[in-house]
């Protein structure tokens, strides 16, 4: 090289603001030849639409089931079966007395009946009867926890009730807790996978479609090459066709899993309701909006990228 | 700004024709040189290896002190933003107007547009084709396009203006005044080598000529030799 003082080729002067305007005579020019692009374009943002709303829709599942999970889990819920023959004025004497501590919440009695009825849930009452005859089930009481419980005072308060006077056993209900717990782990991982393939496959489609914009300007790509422009200048039309494609595929994932969202929100109330709880379903929020948004622009950019990066080492040397 | 020497340069292609073959050459800064010799003698090879859009297989080009084969890949565009090219199938934009095109080169340095303009409509003047800047590449005449090429390359002032045939299409009289615009540039520090046929001008411009046949140089004159 020429000796180090002076530069043989000099950059050439830049204002200090140039990428501004840079950056907006790109945005422009992109709006316009994707508006000429227009199906395309819309076909594009369905496809990555499509490939951001199910790990989406997975990811709000398990963070209702999630919630729903925690929201028991602070408030158990148990249950004291009685001795067989204990008539339901006792139930309904230990049923305040549990209501009555301050380790309950709310307590109230089970009737031999409602046993039967939910112990037969799936069959007919009369065909349960059959089954068993007469209704064999005791009176029970059950209670939820009140908030704050630890698990060692709720240990300890149960030994104390199993051994009160008429009562059989004090079951804690958490089985179906704990089984809540792994399908919201479950539909959790099946989330991160799907979000996994299905974010590649969005990557892919927009750097594939990058690809197609690439060559229908191959002309442009390589005179701009031939009066010096660097790789950043030509890239970045592309960079912005790949945001414009991700961004907008992230809004189309956003109205997809709204629009489930309002189909599936009353059977999905009728069903917590049904468990006599109160449950708030976690809908869009802005931050879930605001992540579809960014991760589609990101798997945009990425796809431009890989798409770019080949095609400009291609035409380095003519 | 704009010395150029070529030491023992061959650039033999992937199947196996030798474009050219052993040349060495110096050009000084502000020297004009025309580049001739017949069909597939090399002429074009020779500027494409100056423009950097091919790498010789042997031999070093040195381009201002710097053997340019050498420079890193990220240096290129900033090599080639002090250049002027003039191809010979044009290589203007079909879906930009003639004032876009004149102003590509500018454009990617990021200048200010009302600055580009003025420099890309002053260019446009001198080849005198201010009145069609609106129009597109395809509504002009071959003439026409090959002088809106000429005025992109001009337009960024480069220290080193390589044209390829810029006269092929242009009658007597116009290619005079391309060369005189080119003299002009000569006459501020650039260095100026056109390959062109074009036997009158050669014998008429009084400058020097190489001469090249299947890629080596067979005669170099200065003028008044
Ligand atoms: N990419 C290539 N691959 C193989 N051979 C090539 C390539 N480019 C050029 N050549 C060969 O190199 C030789 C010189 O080509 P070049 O284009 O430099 O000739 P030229 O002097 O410009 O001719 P013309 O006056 O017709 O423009 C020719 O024989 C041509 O076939
Ligand atoms: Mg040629």
Same mark, same amino acid.
Not at chain 1, 75 to 96: C, H, K, N
Not at chain 1, 270 to 278: N, V
Not at chain 2, 179 to 189: A, E, H, K, Q
């Given at each position: ?318 | ?39 597939? =003698? ?7 290896? &100056? !423009? @950097?859009?091919?790498? +010789? $297989? ?92 000429? =005025? ?7 220290? &080193? !203006? @390589?044209?390829?045939? +810029? $006269? ?58």
């Amino acid at each position: 090289m020429m000796g180090g003082d002076r530069d043989p080729w000099p950059p050439v002067q830049r204002p200090r603001f140039a990428w501004i305007r840079d950056h907006w005579r790109v945005s422009r020019d992109c709006f316009t030849l994707a508006c000429r692009r227009l199906w395309s374009s819309l076909l594009v943002w369905l496809l990555i639409g499509i490939s951001l709303a199910l790990p989406a829709a997975l990811y709000l599942l398990q963070r209702n089931l999630a919630a729903a999970a925690g929201q028991w889990d602070g408030r158990p819920s148990f249950t004291v079966y009685l001795q067989t023959g204990i008539e339901i004025g006792v139930a309904e004497g230990i049923a305040d007395r549990l209501d009555a501590q301050p380790e309950v919440e709310r307590a109230w009695v089970i009737t031999p009946q409602q046993a039967l009825a939910e112990f037969s849930e799936g069959l007919t009452i009369t065909d349960a009867l059959e089954v068993l005859g007469e209704n064999p089930l005791p009176a029970s009481v059950r209670a939820t926890v009140a908030d704050g419980v630890s698990e060692g005072e709720l240990q300890r308060f149960i030994a104390e009730q199993s051994a009160a006077e008429g009562v059989d056993e004090v079951v804690l209900e958490k089985a179906w807790l704990e089984r809540m717990a792994a399908i919201s782990d479950f539909v959790g991982r099946v989330g991160w996978i799907l979000a996994a393939v299905f974010g590649l496959g969005a990557a892919l489609v927009t750097a594939s479609s990058v690809r197609l914009v690439i060559e229908s300007r191959l002309e442009e790509l390589s005179v701009q090459k031939l009066v010096g422009g660097t790789d950043a200048f030509v890239r970045r039309p592309f960079l912005y066709f790949g945001l414009f494609y991700g961004v907008g595929g992230g809004m189309v994932a956003a109205m997809l899993v709204a629009g489930s969202l309002v189909a599936l929100e009353a059977p999905l109330v009728t069903l917590f309701d049904s468990y006599k709880e109160r449950l708030t379903i976690e809908g869009m929020g802005g931050p879930l909006v605001g992540a579809l948004l960014g991760v589609g622009g990101l798997l945009g950019l990425f796809g431009a990228l890989i798409a770019t990066n080949r095609r400009l080492k291609q035409v380095e040397l003519a | 700004m704009g010395s150029i020497a070529l030491h023992d340069v061959t650039k033999r292609f992937d199947n196996g024709q030798e474009a050219l073959r052993n040349v060495s050459l110096t050009f000084d800064e502000g020297s004009m040189a025309f580049l001739t010799g017949h069909s597939g =003698a090399g002429k074009s090879t020779f500027l494409k290896l &100056l !423009l @950097l859009l091919q790498l +010789p $297989t042997q031999g070093q080009i040195v381009v201002n002190g710097v053997n340019i084969s050498q420079l890193p890949r990220r240096r290129i565009p900033r090599y080639r933003q002090h250049l002027g090219a003039v191809f010979q199938d044009h290589h203007l934009l079909s879906d930009r107007t003639v004032l876009e095109n004149v102003a590509l080169p500018l454009v990617v340095t990021s200048m200010r547009a009302r600055d580009i303009a003025t420099r890309a409509r002053a260019a446009l003047s001198m080849v005198g084709l201010l009145a069609k800047e609106r129009l597109y590449p395809s509504h002009l005449s071959a003439g026409e396009q090959q002088r809106v090429g000429i =005025a992109r390359a001009v337009v960024n002032r480069p220290n &080193l !203006l @390589l044209a390829d045939e +810029p $006269t092929g299409n242009l009658d007597p009289a116009l290619s005079r005044e391309v060369m005189g615009l080119f003299v002009n540039f000569r006459r501020i520090g650039a260095t100026v080598i056109v390959a062109t046929h074009d036997q009158h001008l050669i014998e008429t411009m009084g400058v020097r000529v190489i001469e090249l046949d299947s890629g080596r140089v067979i005669r170099d004159e200065a003028p008044g030799a």
